[in-house]
């Protein structure tokens, strides 16, 4: 169970809100009914996860073999039809190439494999759940991989005062849709398991919009000018998890890496190659 500061802050959070039913839209009767805060917003709180395999690559694919050989179909890749809007991925020609080879490569350099926090909006579609926590001006949001966690500050507190692993998120209401802009990530994570990647200049506007009680509208757009000839957006359904005893757990990957990332300074370490 995610436990200490997290815990504390995300009690805090909660503790205000009571969620109430969403009156049906005047005239619209397929308008979606959900809950809401007491003051009227949608009522985001609660776990979700995203059901779509994009975490292997966000563009549409075959299915692929393992990385590696003795992985078999353990470790294949099971078949999508992507979530980019338009189907591809708007790279400048160089950046495409380094797309490819990260993918040829992604095996060593994926920073998942290396329990480095995801970033956004790669926390979203990774296959482990996360948990919204909405107050009336507050909203974070704790990833079970790598018990990554980000707050949502939802009036602007002005420029990121450095750069974050899970960015720097300013968010707003418009209507029934919580817009988030997040900024300031480090380049060093990836987009998915098929090497898409950004600089350290991405914009993310993530919206997350109720489709009914539990179901939101996950979209997310992408702006990069060192890496993309133009924005370009994701969008699939986030679901709740509806389990009676549902909760985060820990996944602390660290020591599942530590080998791969600090063995090398073992006394005698020899390396893979001498297994």
């Not at 776990?47 to 994009?54: C, E, K, N, R, Y």
């Not at 993918?103 to 994926?110: A, I, S, T, V």
């Not at 919206?207 to 370009?232: C, I, Q």
Request: hydrophobic residues 40%; aromatic residues 10%; negative net charge.
């Amino acid at each position: 169970m995610m436990r200490g500061a997290c815990a504390v802050a995300a009690l805090a959070l909660v503790a205000a809100c009571a969620p109430t039913a969403a009156p049906p839209a005047a005239g619209t009767a397929s308008a979606p009914v959900f809950a809401r805060t007491p003051d009227g917003k949608p009522d985001l709180n609660g776990i979700w996860q995203a059901l779509v395999p994009a975490n292997y690559d966000l563009e549409p694919h075959e299915a692929r073999p393992a990385p590696l050989d003795e992985l078999g179909a353990l470790g294949a890749e099971p078949p999508h039809l992507g979530v980019v809007e338009g189907g591809e991925i708007p790279y400048f020609a160089e950046a495409r190439e380094r797309q490819r080879r990260n993918y040829e490569n992604r095996f060593e350099l994926d920073p998942e494999r290396k329990c480095f926090m995801p970033g956004v909006p790669r926390a979203t579609y990774l296959p482990q759940p996360f948990q919204i926590f909405q107050s009336g001006d507050h909203v974070m949001i704790a990833y079970q991989f790598a018990n990554a966690v980000r707050q949502i500050h939802m009036q602007d507190p002005g420029p990121a005062p450095t750069s974050f692993w899970m960015g720097w998120s300013v968010g707003r209401w418009e209507g029934d849709t919580l817009v988030v802009e997040v900024t300031k990530q480090k380049a060093d994570t990836w987009l998915d398991r098929a090497g898409n990647f950004h600089s350290e200049e991405l914009r993310v506007e993530e919206r997350y919009t109720p489709m009914g009680p539990n179901h939101l509208l996950y979209e997310a757009t992408l702006e990069d000018p060192k890496v993309f000839s133009r924005p370009w957006k994701i969008s699939f359904p986030l679901y709740r998890r509806l389990e009676a005893n549902v909760e985060l757990l820990e996944f602390k990957c660290v020591p599942f890496s530590e080998e791969i990332l600090y063995g090398h300074l073992r006394k005698g370490y020899r390396g893979r190659e001498a297994e």
